[in-house]
């Protein structure tokens, strides 16, 4: 990595592109009416993936950029799995069928909220509207400091295969200021806990470029980390929108690193983990070298979708609760963001979808070589262009900003082939941003390039 190109380039605002075009770019032209034409054109051989949006925490951690709510009591959230419930029955009925299903996420919010019983009513409603096939992988994300045994049974006992533990950061001056209080040992004990009842898949999440962060801190929680050896990690950029996310408005601005202290970080990180034997895989993920994911990543064979990098191929997902996002051939669908007006539609017997985005034939092309190069560090144009019947040299004349990376040293470029130098590879998100023709309007909504 290269500090002079972290300056160049690291105060950029640029998507993570977990899907292209991006959330801002959706409008309420595609709406529930729109959807349920969608679902009702699923193909009979299909299979699908599901997401399943649960925006409760007893807490707020004030880094936190998801659609998420505080509920002190449980009263609001029971109410909120009955509506789950009630959607996941609608959009079956509009497919008609029982779908297969390959792979199934319950993220938040903290998902583990939940009452164990109600959980395992939830999943129950799943299995009976949905053919869950038994290879399936079910992940859910897990708040370590509300890990009860009983729900980490339920987990088990519903078919849960992959935990995704936050973390964020082990140093207590930055879990102060970030308002997470985290100790290693409850980590530990959710880490310990889980494995026993057979939830065999454990990924962290940490991030780096928070407030008081160092790279002394950041080692330290990466050593602690790796004590307790989990299959995956992904390790994000902090992403300070407080004009977005008023809450982060807690976090003092001078106490945040500069772009090339977060390099610093985001490098050193990079490095134990990969010294520890993690394989590094795109952006922002790192995995042990027998994982699934990186065996997907050596093939050729990675994904990219809403809940970042997968092995899952399906391009078939279908979003449940507020805010969630589904994907179809067709093209994207959100639901209403807020639980309340989510809620009134599905009491009503409406879908909840009130905003989306309708692919165009260049939207898939461009689509496809983000991905690729998000996932590979690079792409053959010839090979994407001709699959959407477009000229190779038409594509480069229309993505102006490769040029300049190419100058910077950051791709190299032979013939159709475009590649991320191994040195640039912290700005894979500027060069897919290359391709993307919807980039300057929703720059502000976005976290820097580094």
């Not at 400091?145 to 001056?173: C, E, H, K, Y």
């Not at 102060?176 to 065999?200: D, P, Y």
Request: with cysteine; net charge negative.
């Amino acid at each position: 990595m290269r500090p002079d190109l972290a300056a160049c380039y690291g105060q950029e605002r640029l998507p993570r592109y977990t899907s292209y075009p991006t959330a801002p770019h959706f409008s309420a032209a595609v709406g529930a009416s729109t959807y349920a034409e969608w679902l009702r054109a699923i193909p009979s051989n299909a299979t699908a993936s599901l997401y399943l949006h649960v925006p409760f925490c007893r807490s707020m951690c004030w880094y936190c950029g998801c659609n998420t709510m505080i509920a002190k009591r449980d009263e609001p959230i029971a109410v909120y799995e009955s509506a789950l419930r009630c959607e996941i029955d609608m959009v079956s009925r509009q497919i008609g069928r029982r779908l297969q299903v390959g792979h199934i996420h319950f993220g938040g919010g903290t998902p583990t909220i939940m009452a164990p019983e109600s959980f395992a009513d939830l999943v129950g409603s799943l299995r009976h509207s949905f053919f869950v096939l038994p290879s399936a992988e079910i992940a859910i994300e897990i708040d370590p400091r509300t890990l009860t045994p009983a729900m980490i049974a339920a987990l088990a006992l519903s078919g849960v295969n992959r935990a995704s533990l936050g973390v964020q950061s082990f140093d207590p001056r930055v879990q102060q200021a970030i308002n997470r209080v985290q100790s290693f040992e409850q980590t530990a004990e959710a880490t310990n806990g889980l494995r026993q009842a057979g939830v065999a898949g454990i990924n962290f999440d940490l991030i780096y470029g928070l407030p008081h962060q160092s790279v002394a801190s950041c080692l330290d929680t990466v050593r602690r980390a790796i004590d307790l050896r989990p299959d995956r990690l992904s390790v994000f950029g902090y992403a300070h929108v407080p004009s977005f996310k008023t809450h982060q408005r807690k976090i003092q601005d001078e106490a945040l690193p500069d772009s090339l202290a977060r390099y610093d970080q985001a490098c050193a990180i990079a490095d134990a983990l990969k010294e520890a034997g993690y394989v590094q895989i795109g952006l922002d993920h790192f995995a042990l070298p027998a994982d699934p994911m990186t065996i997907a990543f050596r093939e050729g064979r990675l994904h990219r979708n809403f809940q970042g990098y997968t092995t899952d191929a399906n391009d078939l997902l279908l979003g449940f609760g507020a805010s969630a996002i589904g994907q179809l051939p067709q093209g994207y669908v959100q639901n209403a963001p807020q639980v309340r007006a989510y809620e009134e539609k599905i009491a009503s017997g409406n879908l909840a979808t009130v905003k989306g985005y309708g692919l165009t034939d260049d939207d898939r092309l461009r689509a496809d070589i983000i991905e690729r190069i998000m996932c590979d560090y690079g792409v053959d144009l010839d090979v994407i262009c001709t699959r959407h019947g477009m000229a190779t040299d038409d594509m480069l004349r229309s993505a102006p900003r490769l040029q300049s990376l190419i100058s910077d040293g950051v791709v190299e470029l032979n013939g159709s082939a475009i590649a991320v130098t191994e040195h640039s590879r912290f700005l894979v998100r500027s060069v897919a941003a290359a391709f993307d023709a919807h980039l300057d309007a929703s720059k502000q909504l976005h976290s820097r390039a580094v």
